[in-house]
């Protein structure tokens, strides 16, 4: 059997079979894993891109390799006590704990591809689809993107790549005021029919690689990424938060660009709060899990809220990560798509812009992929200005493949992602918290040392997919999680990272987890903590290695005072931006003030890396304040 091969050895069969019995026992109420797990594992992976199908094979044949060199005997040939030994040692190894979390992350999450446990467990398995209804008239303005294949390019006065925060206001801006506006996005148009409130379903339908977005460094961080009309704005969160005014003052520092005050931005981020509708989380959507952390952080003296959201009728079924199943969230696909298309821009899906058409050194189109009669064809596109709005990751690796717009050498530098971390609280009362949504309360002590705390819960197949460890103690902190709160926060870091452009032209992520922005995030764990203790947690679960388990204060300064490193946190990071940063001086920047490049007239960059550093808080609005501000800029070209 190849390693190329869709389907497992048996050798690596009895691998998994036994990895099964071993990492996911019964508990009180949880059923455990049956003879089915490789089967399902298998089918699971099918589904995923080749390099996560491949690269779960490479951890399996590793976790054998791994038996062999330490027992003399394969994994699938150890006793039950010994092979849970196994996997012990491979947790808590400096080399060898990220490759067990991969091995047991995806075995964990295709456990809860089952209705059984969420049956035990008295949760949700799925929601059943609307009933059908009769589409909105500018669903008419939304095509296939092979649809526009021809001899000849299509042309329009302005092209805009990408239909999430950076896309979708600028094109509808301009289609009202009366331009011909083509949007291209290279993912699916989807509707609230087509989500199944089943996350790894989701995962694999509304994210860039399945939600495997990875930066490598002094850890691995995963970066979920949007993929879909409505970008990442259809699988955020729905919280909505100005940049805090030392955010602007930092930027107007780095970029030189004067007019980033909170007064200049004002009506921009007016007429978005407008458009989506922001208003604070409801008590309903709320939940149990907001007035535990209010608890608490009243207990401690701490300043916190209701968040803001664009979501005016949630009724808290925590899946805004997965596909709003009611439509409630005024992600871009239901807000400025619509405005755009009912104005007159069109919408091409399924496109993969690939190329900057350039022409006497100006920009004056692109060049795309799509798929047409199973087969691989070229899309053009003339226009009289050019916009990317392709995200802080997919932006600059455009650019990088085509060697545009890099006489400064910043494509693809200056990385942030604010990286975070989070702790679960269990509690001895009934929390619910797959009924609340995932971000609705806010702790904002801490804005000032770069910590914004923000939480309420995560579906249970991803809170089990994510709980740390394995065995009878996993299964019964499973079980807890009906008790339980998450509770999470980002760091406005210093660290920075770098997109880059690998064999066959992949996007490669970079980031190194500096030694300050480290002990911030130690120290924003042992606050978290402190809160859940105080609020009258029985026990947390912090989401460090070797530190399963706290009970008592005590507990907790014992856990502040270690200097572990980051690979031993549960590091997740969200916001990318900064790659193709702002600014006056073409030396140090990729755009100007108006977001046109400053080597490549015509050519503008619209999205979260034109922004000149971390916001420090979640950037969609000010994405899209950015994205009506240059409209202006792009409409004095084309009337030009």
Not at 138 to 165: N, R, T, Y
Not at 442 to 469: C, H, K, R, S, W
Request: with cysteine; glycine share 10%; aromatic share 6%.
């Amino acid at each position: 059997m190849t390693l190329l091969s869709p389907s497992f050895s048996p050798a690596e069969r009895a691998v998994v079979a036994a990895l099964a019995q071993t990492a996911l026992p019964s508990g009180r109420e949880l059923p455990g894993a049956g003879a089915d797990a490789p089967d399902r594992v298998e089918a699971a992976l099918a589904t995923f891109p080749d390099s996560i199908r491949f690269g779960y094979r490479g951890l399996v044949r590793g976790l054998d390799l791994f038996a062999r060199a330490t027992t003399r005997r394969g994994f699938a040939a150890l006793p039950a006590d010994r092979r849970s030994g196994v996997l012990r040692s491979l947790e808590r190894s400096e080399a060898t704990r990220l490759a067990a979390r991969g091995l047991l992350v995806i075995l964990k999450a295709v456990h809860f591809e089952d209705r059984r446990p969420y049956e035990a467990l008295g949760c949700r398995y799925s929601v059943d689809p609307p009933a059908p209804t009769e589409p909105p008239s500018w669903h008419e303005q939304v095509v296939a993107g092979e649809s526009l294949v021809g001899a000849d390019p299509v042309e329009c006065d302005v092209v805009v790549v990408g239909s999430g925060a950076g896309g979708a206001p600028l094109a509808s801006r301009l289609a009202a005021r009366g331009h011909a506006v083509l949007l291209l996005e290279e993912g699916e148009h989807y509707t609230r029919r087509d989500f199944t409130g089943r996350p790894v379903d989701m995962l694999r339908k509304l994210y860039v690689d399945s939600g495997a977005t990875i930066a490598y460094g002094n850890t691995a961080i995963p970066i979920p990424i949007g993929r879909g009309v409505g970008g990442t704005t259809l699988v955020n969160s729905g919280t909505c938060y100005r940049a805090p005014e030392s955010t602007l003052e930092e930027w107007r520092r780095i970029s030189g660009i004067s007019d980033l005050t909170p007064h200049a931005l004002a009506p921009w981020y007016e007429e978005v709060e407008r458009v989506l509708q922001v208003a604070p989380s409801s008590e309903k959507a709320l939940g149990m899990a907001a007035k535990l952390i209010a608890r608490g952080c009243d207990a401690l003296g701490y300043r916190h809220r209701a968040l803001a959201r664009n979501a005016p009728d949630c009724d808290g079924q925590g899946l805004c990560c997965f596909g709003c199943p009611t439509d409630a969230k005024r992600s871009t696909n239901l807000s400025f798509v619509p405005l755009a298309l009912q104005r007159g821009a069109q919408l091409a899906t399924g496109v993969r812009v690939d190329r900057v058409v350039v022409e006497r050194g100006r920009a004056v189109g692109v060049e795309g992929t799509v798929r047409k009669d199973g087969r691989v064809q070229r899309l053009r596109v003339r226009a009289r200005a050019t916009v990317i709005a392709a995200g802080a990751l997919g932006t600059p690796a455009m650019l990088l493949r085509q060697g545009l717009a890099s006489r400064s050498g910043q494509v693809g530098r200056n990385l942030s992602i604010h990286p975070s971390a989070a702790a679960m609280g269990i509690f001895d009362e009934e929390v619910r918290p797959f009924d609340c949504v995932p971000q609705g309360w806010a702790i904002e002590e801490f804005e000032d040392e770069g910590l914004l705390y923000e939480g309420g819960n995560l579906p249970l197949q991803i809170v089990a997919a994510m709980t740390q460890g394995h065995g009878p103690a996993w299964s019964s902190l499973v079980e807890d999680a009906r008790r339980g709160v998450i509770f999470g926060f980002l760091v406005k870091e210093t660290s920075r990272g770098r997109v880059t452009v690998g064999p066959g032209g992949r996007t490669m992520l970079w980031y190194w987890l500096n030694d300050r922005d480290l002990a911030r995030m130690r120290r924003g764990i042992g606050i978290l903590c402190r809160v859940f203790l105080a609020a009258g947690a029985r026990a947390v679960v912090p989401g460090v290695a070797g530190w399963e388990r706290l009970e008592s204060l005590r507990d907790v300064e014992r856990l502040e005072a270690a200097r572990y490193p980051a690979r031993h946190v549960d590091i997740t990071a969200y916001h990318p931006a900064g790659t193709c940063r702002m600014g006056t001086d073409p030396r140090r920047s990729v755009v100007g003030p108006t977001h046109e490049t400053h080597d490549v007239p015509g050519l503008f960059v619209c999205d979260a890396s034109s922004l000149p550093g971390p916001p420090g808080v979640n950037p969609q609005m000010t994405i899209m304040a950015l994205s009506l501000r240059a409209a202006d800029a792009v409409e004095r070209l084309v009337a030009g």
